[in-house]
């Protein structure tokens, strides 16, 4: 549980970002080392993304050190590399309730701390909020104000990142961007834009003649104003004709300085300082390694993304050890499954938006390299891409997490089921997602794909249904498909069983029972499950329906449950507003029936983080509550029935 570790003994002294400042430079890489420290002290017994913060440490303690925050505006991009600047920003000591219900948030969170300039959680916003922080203070005259987005190579790949590059290039305002270029997304970075990097990096040609041309500038601006003015001519001169046609920023109309090495902490203080008076958009390219510092990590970087518990010492990455084998995570079965389906159907292709590892696609990608595609952090292009796959004959599985794909939804109405194109969505994460909180949980996804025409709408109960509905799914002319399960473990040990069509809008009963039904749907039907058995044990009697579509609804088994039950308790891992539960009732209003519903899942406001059963039991839909519900609809029975 929760633990506390000392920091070190310059780290021990630093609560905010002025205590740093009292620090000399030559202290610096002290600060780096001990920090560095207590985040592997600290994640290693309490869990939480690892080797992304290890990589920016150097950045961090530079840009607190170089800004005068929280004036200065600092912008994280996705935020789970932001663990050095919750510590340097009054966070260390709560930093060991990092992401445990109802400690600190494991992302930049504005209602956590005045340093935190902006809530992120999912990628590539940086550029963008922080060029309309820039904006706003140039029209305020706010012009000291620095405004600085740090994006990571990945991140860097979505399209929201080009569209605010494209807007900063004409806006003249005080912009920093720093690419954190490690070369890594989770799984290896993808892409074209990754090699340009990865070429800008190495060129020698280019190099030198960037370190020339800073040499002069540097030698001309020591000299004083005037001549750091014809400095910057002779700059704008040279660099604008050679380097626009070479620097792809450049051509953007930013002024691109580097690549520099983001670990030496006395470089970047130092071009951070002298950058803080070059006007205008500007982007930084440091070099990192993803891990740094933890030599496991820096090895395996996708392992190390967000390990879980581990022994720093040995490096042992602590599981539970079962004597029994356990049920599958629904992503394992998602990513044998998708094989086992592809060896039979050659239209079958995979597509993950930069999960690769998450979701499990990257069995599919190492067993069919041509049918299985990480397009980088880009959900819509991955929804387009695939419409374009589907409008040539071919079924692409499309995989995205529940939260990521409100990213897409426009592509999902306008690109694919508008089109009646037969796209597989396969929605990961959907549901309460856990310890990230309320920027990755998939609360919304059975509310958004509901209204959709032509859009079938499902959740698999356990593992067995979600290969059913994939093999359901992948026959021909089924149309726009979706399938969400939620993030974890299943239920089933015996889950490779030969698989079978459903038809389509079809529940299933799991038991029968008196005076109230229970409707669920999807993976937390296993919680009504546990709800029944133990209420069964105690004389009551509900009965459980597992609708398994919410679009279609299967109306023979609504009309079934509505004639026989005045009383319906409907159970969703969703946003009760638009969900199942309003589907059962528009159902119930459409056929004039005047039954008492109650409707349990997510409420309207944001869940935060901590384990699923907290946040279910928090939400008022875990098996207990489910048991209070029943309990408070119905009169106890004395008749022990067991369900069928
Ligand atoms: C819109 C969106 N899609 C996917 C993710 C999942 N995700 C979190 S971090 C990450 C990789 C980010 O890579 P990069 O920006 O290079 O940062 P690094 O981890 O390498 O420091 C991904 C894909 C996300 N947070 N947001």
Redesign the pocket.
Known sequence: MAMQVPAGNLLQNIQYPSDLKKLTEDQLEQVCQELRQYIIDVVSVNGG?F??SL??VELTVALQYILNTPYDQLVW?????AYGHKILTGRRDQFHTNRIYKGISGFPKRSESIYDAFG?????TSISVALGMAVASQYKGETDRQHVAV????????GIAFEALNHAGIENSNLLVIL????????P?VGALKEYLTDITTSKPYNRFRDDIAHVLNKLSAIGPDAFKIAKKIEKSIKGTLLKRSNFFEALQFRYFGPIDGHDVKHLVKVLNDLRDIPGPKLLHCI?T?GKGYALAEKD?TKW?APGLFDKITGEIKKTKYDKPQPPKYQDVFGHTIIELAEQNPKIMGIT???PS?CSLNLMMKAMPNRAFDVG?A?QHAVTFSAGLATQGLIPFCN??S??MQ?AYDQVIHDVALQKLNVVFCLDRAGIAGADGP??HGAYDLAYMRCIPNMVVSAPMNEEELRNLMYTAQQDDMGPFSIRYPRGNGVMVDWQRPMKAIPVGKGRKICDGEEVAILSIGAIGNEVVKATSALNAEGYNPAHYDLRFVKPLDEALLHDVFSKFNKVITVEDGCIEGGMGSAVLEFMADNNYHTQVVRLGIPDRYIEHGEQPELWAESGYDANAIIEKVKSLVEKRNTHTIAS
Do not use: L
């Open positions: 993304h080797a992304a990589g920016v991009d996705v935020g789970h590399q992120v959680g999912h990628s590539s994006i990571g190579d990945g991140a860097m790949t979505a954190n270029d490690n070369n890594m997304a989770i799984d970075n990192t993803k970087q993304h938006p930069a999960m998450g952090i959900e995205i997490y939260s990521f990213r920027t990755h």
